[in-house]
Each structure stands twice: as C-alpha cells, then as structure tokens.
C-alpha cells in the first residue's frame, strides 16, 4: 500500500529538494542531541536501533550523491557501524536550469532495479542497417560492446557509436540519451540534400515550444536559425543542433550527414532513446540504504510496491557551519532491502527526522 503525501508538505520538500544544486557535504556540527534533533528509531531483521546525532558519534550528512548523471538528493544519519541512508531521485533531469516547484508527485514510491533491458544498442534497428557492417559501442567514452549492448540502470548516458561501414569507411556520432526518466522536451534532427549539395535541415520538436536553436557543422557554429540551408562538399559531416525550449529544458543532438548521397547518414540517436523501455520512470523516487556490520542494504534491488512511505512533517530548523539552510524532513518508513539483486529479504522500519540543506547558489 503506498501512502499519499500531504499537500501542504509536499509544497516545502519540493522547494527543499529541487534547490539542492550541490556536491558538497554537509555536517551541522552544533547540533547537540539534547533537542534531540536528528534521529532514526526502529527495527532492522527484528533488532532494535536508535540513532541520535551527537550520541555516541552519530552525525547526520545531507549530500546530494549522482546516480548514472543524475542527481540523488539524500541524507544519511550514521555512527560508523550502522547507518539509515534515504534518497530522492532528480524528477527534472533535462532542466538546464533548476526551476523551483512548488510540490513533489502525490505519492513518494521506491526505485527498483530493472531486470529487463531499459535501452538496447543494436546494430539492426539503424535504417540503413544493410550499409553497415559494425558498431562498437561507448559510453561515458567506454566501450561496452560490438553491435549490441544492454542498458538496465536508468540515467543520462553519452552514447558514442563508432560505426564501419561496408566500404570500409569509420565514421562516429555521439548523442546524450535519457534513459528510465521523463523527457520533458525532445527533438529529432531531420534533413534534406540535392544532388546539387544544398543541405536543408530542421528539428522535429512534438508541441514543446522553442525558444531557440543553435547550429554547428563540425563543432563549429554556423547558424541560429529555425532552419539551416548551406552547400556542402561530398564528404561526411557531424550536424548539431542545440535547442532551449520554453520550459527550460536545454538538449543537444548531432546527425551524421553524407555528403556523397551514398546512404550513409543517420538523422540522430533520438529513435534510440526513445523505445518504450526507457520510459519506466525513475523521477522522485526513493532510495533507502541500510549499512550494518560492513554490510549494506539496498531497497533498490528487492520489489518494494508494497511498503509504506509516510512524510509526517517539514519544519525549518536553521543554518549549517557553511551557511546553508537546514530542513527537517519526519518519515515513517517500512520497507525490505536486500545486498543483492533478488537477495535474502531484510526487513527495516523506522521512523526518522533526517535533514536536507540548502546550499547557497
């Protein structure tokens, strides 16, 4: 059973979390546990646990961690040999700037780990498949593979194709692919080329308005126009397109273009990205993490979709050592974690009083 989330609640989590723009760690030193202020109470495997910041050198860390390029805005309250550890997702990945919302979704629900292929770099789904006669594949500029190869963790991935072609000919196209999260603007660049050499190229951009358009033929700019129109020579050509939508949403795309007229062009990556696979979101969901006698535990690999998440309360509670704002965050949780995949099933439940700093921009 999942548990709504107040409204009222939501409102200042949503301010708390999407504001969070920093790597930096943070540790409120002066706060003492004579309030008590940070604490974690409950059961793990039917054992009794309490944590309290200041007691017995518990502290209580807010960070926000990077899951696969995505931030995960978390808080850890810790006394060396055991420790509760709860994480919220980034739901607005493609923002080029953070925006402030003003709530989270309705309800807060744990992330699993996919045991199907989320993206899947195939060879055969490129439309000129019969001109090529291999793709080794990259990403995040490592190879991972030869024609084929699965994605299961989403994330934002550079994916880098080195493709060869029948004539012997190595050419490469790269393209930034979201996978497992919402899209909240995308485009695919499309073209045309006479015989004459005349390109024309647009994007195609769904209802999303544009604010405007960059492009770059070979890294190096050529037009900010809707459409661009130039005459190229017979040779292969990295087209990129950097579009801003309205939204704010800021995303690059580069095409191959075939000045030869020889068939081997490829628009962009785009018809990768966006199988339905990927479309199993992630955003704003949960990750909690149990660390005990060296051993950690995460919710993330066991199906979660029935425990409970309860917020019970936001307050402001002040400024950390680097000047940041301090919020208080009150949960219940009951959840089972496991240190593998499909593991042993270790039930946790727990009620906390977590912090979630501000940083200053």
């Known amino acids: 059973m999942r548990r709504n989330v107040h409204k009222y609640l939501i409102a200042i989590v949503g301010v708390s979390v999407m504001l969070i723009t920093s790597c930096k760690k943070h540790s409120p030193d002066d706060i003492q546990s004579n309030n008590p202020v940070f604490t974690t109470v409950g059961a793990f495997d039917g054992q009794d646990f309490s944590l309290v910041a200041g007691d017995n050198n518990a502290y209580m860390f807010t960070m926000v961690n990077e899951a696969n390029g995505v931030n995960l805005y978390s808080g850890k309250l810790t006394d060396g040999n055991f420790s509760i550890e709860l994480g919220i997702y980034d739901g607005f ?14 309800e807060l629900i ?20 019969n001109l090529i006669s291999g793709i080794k594949w990259s990403i995040d500029g490592v190879v991972k593979g030869y024609d084929y190869f699965e994605v299961y963790e989403p994330g ?33 660049i499309k073209h045309y080329l006479n015989q004459n050499g005349m390109l024309m190229a647009w994007i195609e951009h769904g209802n999303e308005p544009i604010e405007k358009v960059r492009w770059f033929l070979d890294g190096e700019p050529i037009s900010d126009e809707p459409q661009v129109q130039l005459s190229i020579d017979p040779q292969s050509y990295n087209l990129t397109a950097d579009v801003s939508f309205e939204n704010s949403v800021v995303r690059s795309k580069t095409m191959l273009v075939d000045g030869s007229l020889s068939g081997k062009f490829i628009d962009d990556l785009t018809f990768l990205e966006t199988g339905t696979l990927t479309l199993q979101n992630q955003d704003f969901n949960l990750l909690l993490k149990v660390e005990s006698d060296n051993v950690t535990y995460w919710s993330s690999y066991l199906d979660n979709n029935g425990s409970n998440v309860e917020i019970t309360g936001v307050t402001h509670f002040g400024k950390n050592p680097e000047g940041d704002e301090v919020y208080k965050l009150s949960a219940h949780i009951s959840a089972n974690v496991s240190n593998a995949i499909g593991g042993v099933v270790h039930q946790v439940e727990f009620d906390a009083v977590f912090g979630i700093a501000i940083p200053n921009e």
Do not use: M
Not at 110 to 129: G, I, M, P, R, Y
């Open 93 to 106: 990945v493609d923002y080029q700037t953070k925006q402030i919302y003003s709530e989270l979704p309705d």
């Open 110 to 129: 744990f992330a699993t780990t996919s045991t199907n292929a989320l993206l899947v770099l195939d060879k055969e789904l490129f439309a000129n498949v």
């Open 156 to 188: 934002i991935y550079l994916v880098t194709a080195e493709i060869t072609f029948n004539d012997s000919t190595i050419e490469t196209l790269s393209s930034e692919l979201i996978v497992g999260y919402q899209r909240h603007a995308n485009f695919q």
